[in-house]
């Protein structure tokens, strides 16, 4: 009788847990399709202007080289490249939120991706080889599933 009881209140937990269960599962999916229509927003409304800033530089460049100062060229190259990184950046934050959708095999895009981002980090702020430590599947999965 008692384990009658026992077993009969372990299939109430289990229901009640699969219950919850579906019902996260269902809130996460929600929020991973919000998360993913936010970021072609905003990668859209990113773009527009890059795409602009690039161009003018490129056609300020392309005038006569009476028309600017060689430090005026410099500079507008320093503009156009760092438009075109951050394009890159914009795509590489789209392949991340795209991770949300796929299985957790895809560990080597995010790690690439996270790699990537470290490498440049480390050369632009001139840290030393080897100080970012990544687990990119448990990073990827925390950023788009929380």
Known sequence: ?????????????????????????????????????????????????????????????????AELS??????LQTVVASAKRMERLIEDLLAFSRLGRQPCQSKRCASAIAAGRARELQESAGWAA???????CRIARAMLLC
């Open 1 to 65: 009788m008692l384990a009658r009881a026992s077993r009969r209140r372990l299939r109430v937990a289990n229901a009640e847990l699969q219950q919850r269960v579906s019902a996260h599962t269902v809130e996460l999916e929600t929020a991973n399709k919000e998360l993913e229509a936010f970021s072609y927003s905003v990668s859209h409304d990113l773009r527009a202007p890059l795409r602009a800033i690039t161009g003018f530089s490129e056609i300020l460049m392309g005038g006569s080289p």
């Open 130 to 136: 080897g100080g970012i430590q990544l687990g990119a």
């Open 70 to 75: 060689s430090e005026g060229r410099r500079h």
